[in-house]
């Protein structure tokens, strides 16, 4: 079996797929979980994992930190993506997430903090980065000539 050329094609591909299934999988579970919940926000969270996805297959094209030139692999560097991008979500939408986390865990419970949303990312980032990188490399050779 031939291994696959990187392709930056393929890693957006794979990245917005595998988002979208966590997407889904959000817009599927968060009326079990939390049965008022409005109709904008399952569709945000299926729209957001998607773009995450997009987003981590795009940066899998640095390898290193641009100006510390510091090594950035895709067990480092997609995580912290996905971390950041729910972090930005959870900042601008507390007040939706914290109604969720508390819906969902109750009150007064240690997951009650909407930044939990944050590990989240963190951990969803690492299963797109993984599969990304898997299917369509990484670095200066998924861009091509």
């Not at 971390?83 to 865990?105: I, R, S």
């Not at 009150?107 to 990304?132: D, H, K, R």
Request: zero cysteines; charged letters at 10%; hydrophobic letters at 55%.
């Amino acid at each position: 079996m031939e291994l696959q050329k990187p392709s930056l094609v393929t890693r957006i591909t794979v990245g917005k797929g595998v988002g979208l299934v966590v997407g889904l999988i959000g817009f599927v579970a968060l009326p079990i979980f939390v049965p008022e919940i409005d109709w904008f926000i399952r569709w945000g969270v299926l729209l957001w994992y998607t773009t995450m996805g997009a987003i981590i297959g795009v940066f899998g094209v640095f390898t290193e930190h641009p100006i510390l030139r510091l090594p950035m692999p895709w067990w480092f560097r997609a995580p912290v993506l996905g971390a950041w991008m729910n972090f930005v979500l959870t900042f601008f939408a507390y007040d939706t997430m914290a109604m969720v986390m508390t819906v969902t865990f109750g009150e007064g419970g240690y997951l009650q903090s909407p930044f939990w949303f944050t590990l989240e990312g963190a951990v969803v980032g690492g299963i797109i980065g993984y599969f990304a990188t898997l299917f369509g490399g990484e670095g200066k050779a998924t861009v091509g000539r």
